[in-house]
């Protein structure tokens, strides 16, 4: 069992830069891929970025690339979401996820991971 706590949320004029955080309790970090998600109020959670187990293997949803950048430090069992130029259609509340992986893949989809955080908010203004 572990558990994941975001931060790094908050508010930002449309252009600005935010970098979510993701840490990750436990010393078994480097078995596991990450993911972040969004939800905005009114829609449901989409994929945003992921990452494989060895962190060779990454994936940004297409409205995002770009402009986000997934990352992680095995050392600091945390994860982390770089997000340059952002939009207020980028507002919305970010999820960290993870799940235990094969090395090379990286998990899009919200079913593929068992553990959750509990979401930090992000809001860009215009």
């Known amino acids: 069992q572990i558990q994941l706590v975001e931060s790094g949320g908050g508010s930002v004029q449309a252009g600005g830069s935010l970098r979510l955080s993701c840490a990750v309790s436990?010393?078994?970090?480097?078995?596991?891929?990450m993911g972040w998600f969004r939800q905005a109020p009114g829609k449901e959670r989409e994929f945003v970025a992921a990452?494989?187990?060895?962190?060779?293997?990454?994936g940004v949803a297409d409205s995002m690339k770009g402009r986000f950048t997934i990352s992680r430090d095995n050392h600091k069992f945390t994860a982390y979401l770089q997000m340059n130029n952002l939009k207020p259609e980028d507002t919305a509340v970010y999820y960290c996820?993870?799940?235990?992986?094969?090395?090379?893949?990286?998990?899009?989809?919200?079913?593929?991971?068992?553990?959750w955080g509990q979401g930090t908010q992000v809001t860009v203004s215009s």
């Open positions: 996820a993870a799940d235990r992986g094969i090395s090379d893949n990286y998990y899009y989809r919200e079913d593929q991971y068992e553990y």
């Open positions: 990452m494989s187990v060895n962190g060779y293997t990454t």
């Open positions: 436990g010393r078994t970090f480097r078995n596991y891929a």
